[in-house]
């Protein structure tokens, strides 16, 4: 992918189209409006919640992207990355870059959360909660939805109060899902 093309871009080789939901003329980051990223394998079944996402991540200071995926394939994603502050941010990196990083980190960590869930089923010590990997740039959270259905959320927030903020906030769309 050039550092040009957003991940759903055509030519990019990744799974879906993508849009900024702009709304009015207004500057993005007043309103604050949501990137969707569609995977071109959904339908009009999603759209509750790609709403109901699209809603959290522009209410949420502290949570700036959700992403949906299905037996580790992308369903969808919804991001405030656009409106993020610089200094949440490497200036360097294009977001249309960041993006793609995110959604191939998404897949990788609900593959991982599905294979750690399967183990633990082996030892009936309960399903897996919760995955949170957490760095000096923030961190990414992994909530089972259903059996291989996952919900992963993005936070470029570093201080301790700020990532429980959003694991909060993700913790309570996965329980309304």
Request: net charge negative.
């Amino acid at each position: 992918m050039s550092r040009d093309e957003a991940p759903g871009s055509p030519g990019t080789g990744q799974p879906g189209d993508a849009m900024r939901e702009t709304g009015t003329a207004e500057p993005s980051w007043i309103a604050r409006r949501p990137y969707v990223q569609r995977a071109r394998h959904i339908g009009g079944e999603f759209e509750a919640m790609i709403e109901l996402a699209a809603g959290v991540v522009t209410a949420s200071p502290h949570l700036h992207r959700i992403a949906h995926y299905t037996s580790g394939v992308f369903d969808f994603s919804v991001d405030v990355l656009d409106d993020v502050q610089p200094h949440l941010v490497e200036p360097a990196e294009p977001v249309a870059s960041r993006r793609g990083n995110y959604l191939r980190a998404g897949q990788h960590l609900t593959f991982i959360a599905g294979h750690e869930d399967t183990a633990l089923e082996e030892l009936r010590s309960g399903r897996l909660i919760r995955t949170v990997l957490h760095s000096d740039h923030g961190a990414i959270y992994c909530s089972p939805v259903r059996p291989a259905e996952y919900v992963t959320g993005l936070t470029l927030d570093r201080t301790r109060e700020e990532i429980d903020a959003a694991d909060r906030t993700l913790a309570h769309l996965v329980n309304t899902i």
